[in-house]
């Protein structure tokens, strides 16, 4: 009863979003309940809907925790794209240049090259903090743009594949993809490694004394400090753990969706992930659900562009209007 009771505020603010943004749409002559029937149910009305929203889950669980993870520490982590991008261009590395090496070995180095090239781009706006206090704000957005330019010389100047119309690599070697759990519609072996990261990450925050020391930076830096904890050394830790896990985040999409570099692999999931982070507000069990809650409202956006010829980019309206509205609850909340 006490989670019902602590949920309602942003249950009756996420209803006033829609409120809002249907209101909007009958403004602009649609249909407004066969848009919201598309977006909430088109995930569920059939198995491909299903596996497609599971498909955005994985990207955005992990881009989420990435983070999340920061947050706890009260860093904002902003460059999950950056180090999703350098993760996509790492495993992409391993998949091209090692194609000779059997998958048992393959999709282990390719994964690991993803999480290395993550952590380590995420280590420079950690290493600026550490060293001399600049804002991890302003260093990872700068180091996004970074990463579109590593990604478009990658794609077109060291693996270009001239087949493609579009700044692409060369595909990677069969044995460093993804195997499949479901045949029909595919669903990729990322899945369980989404899972698994969000069960490590949950138990890494709330069952180990780093992760406890994590929350205490972010809780309270004075009495952290009083209590001997170096909070320096722990915010540059949360943002190369959340560098990591986005990382794992551009393997997973080069190893188990795209099969090559593709410029563009980063999609909208950073904006999302942070609206998913702040909803979730830090907690770690709550941005699987959050996250899947996302992915479904993608899918189902998508569906009613093609069905209704409703703009896509209505649900970045609803997304941002639930934002609103739920920061706006959460200050009604603590009133």
Not at 166 to 179: G, M, S
Not at 240 to 253: C, D, K, N, S, Y
Request: glycine content about 10%.
């Amino acid at each position: 009863m006490l989670v019902v009771a602590g949920a309602a505020p942003y249950l009756l603010g996420i209803a006033a979003a829609f409120a809002a943004v249907g209101l909007f749409m009958a403004v602009m002559g649609f249909d407004v309940a066969r848009a919201y029937s598309t977006i909430l149910f088109t995930s569920f009305r059939s198995a491909n809907g299903f596996v497609q929203t599971l498909l955005k889950f994985i990207p955005l669980v992990l881009l989420a925790l990435a983070f999340t993870v920061p947050l706890a520490a009260w860093k904002f982590n902003i460059g999950g794209e950056g180090q999703l991008i350098a993760g996509a261009i790492g495993a992409a590395a391993a998949g091209i240049l090692l194609a000779g090496l059997p998958a048992v070995v393959l999709l282990p180095v390719l994964i690991l090259a993803g999480v290395l090239c993550g952590a380590l781009w995420a280590l420079v706006p950690a290493w600026l903090l550490y060293r001399f206090g600049i804002n991890e704000i302003l260093t990872t957005v700068l180091m996004n743009f970074v990463s579109f330019s590593a990604m478009d010389y990658v794609a077109t100047e060291i693996w270009p594949d001239p087949a493609a119309g579009h700044p692409t690599t060369v595909p990677i070697a069969a044995a460093a993809r993804l195997p499949l759990l479901v045949g029909s519609p595919p669903l990729h072996a990322g899945f369980l490694i989404a899972l698994a990261a969000t069960v490590a990450v949950h138990l890494y925050v709330n069952r180990t004394t780093a992760g406890y020391e994590l929350r205490a930076t972010g809780a309270n830096l004075r009495a952290a400090l009083l209590h001997g904890i170096a909070v320096h050394r722990i915010a540059l830790l949360s943002l190369v753990l959340g560098g990591t896990l986005a990382g794992l985040a551009g393997a997973v999409e080069v190893a188990g969706v795209h099969h090559r570099l593709i410029e563009g692999v980063q999609s909208n999931y950073l904006l999302l992930s942070i609206l998913i982070g702040l909803i979730a507000k830090g907690n770690t069990a709550a941005v699987p659900l959050v996250a899947f809650a996302i992915a479904a409202l993608e899918v189902g956006a998508r569906a009613m562009q093609r069905t209704m010829m409703i703009p896509a980019e209505i649900v970045f309206v609803v997304e941002g209007v639930i934002l609103i509205f739920v920061l706006l609850s959460d200050v009604v909340r603590r009133r």
